[in-house]
T-cell receptor
Framework: GAGVSQSPSNKVTEKGKDVELRCDPISGHTALYWYRQSLGQGLEFLIYFQGNSAPDKSGLPSDRFSAERTGGSVSTLTIQRTQQEDSAVYLC????????????FGSGTRLTVV | ELKVEQNPLFLSMQEGKNYTIYCNYSTTSDRLYWYRQDPGKSLESLFVLLSNGAVKQEGRLMASLDTKARLSTLHITAAVHDLSATYFCAVDVNSGNTPLVFGKGTRLSVIA
């Protein structure tokens, strides 16, 4: 597509429920990144996919968080048993291999856990 | 562990004034990126700096990179209200093989 697409744009969920966030990267971009931005904070790296390599999961905050990328394209970030501290904006970005010119970000999913 | 520090974190400036935002980082890198984020919006790429001494300009914004000092600056000239936003720098230390590390952002407010 023309840009990085994320859905849903907003999600309100009850504490303890599972949520899935979706990211559709720019066609041809081999790298895909998930970041989290809490209110008034910077960007916290979560997970990174590059081509067919094993993902870099070093930023995932707990084992309640997981992500997959199917067919080298669409990615889903899953948060199980959501907690209030999971409330944040989840940003997805994609890039060409090597990311020489940086990333293109999606518009994010605002997650609110009540 | 790479640390990226921006200062100031908050900046309120009058229209027409000049100011500089600083981005320091703790390890060797020759790739640095500046992004802009408007409230409730995503990040938009502003500048890509890929070598020591690189300087890029767009309108009232100019970014530079000093890799020896591990410092990038974002200079604002004759600020206007439309520049009000949060500005992030991000550093690449592994030629695109590891994720960018972002600073906490500088929230700029330009007032009349």
């Amino acid at each position: 597509g023309a840009g990085v697409s994320q859905s849903p744009s907003n999600k309100v969920t009850e504490k303890g429920k599972d949520v899935e966030l979706r990211c559709d990267p720019i066609s041809g971009h081999t790298a895909l990144y998930w970041y989290r931005q809490s209110l008034g904070q910077g960007l916290e790296f979560l997970i990174y996919f590059q081509g067919n390599s094993a993902p870099d999961k070093s930023g995932l905050p707990s084992d309640r968080f997981s992500a997959e990328r199917t067919g080298g394209s669409v990615s889903t970030l899953t948060i199980q048993r959501t907690q209030q501290e999971d409330s944040a904006v989840y940003l997805c970005a994609s890039s060409l291999q090597g990311a020489l010119y940086g990333y293109t970000f999606g518009s994010g999913t605002r997650l609110t856990v009540v | 562990e790479l640390k990226v520090e921006q200062n100031p974190l908050f900046l309120s400036m009058q229209e027409g004034k000049n100011y500089t935002i600083y981005c320091n980082y703790s390890t060797t890198s020759d790739r640095l990126y500046w992004y802009r984020q408007d409230p409730g919006k995503s990040l938009e790429s502003l500048f890509v700096l890929l070598s020591n001494g690189a300087v890029k300009q767009e309108g009232r914004l100019m970014a530079s990179l000093d890799t020896k000092a591990r410092l990038s600056t974002l200079h604002i000239t004759a600020a206007v209200h439309d520049l009000s936003a949060t500005y992030f720098c991000a550093v690449d230390v592994n030629s695109g093989n590891t994720p960018l590390v972002f600073g906490k952002g500088t929230r700029l407010s330009v007032i009349a």
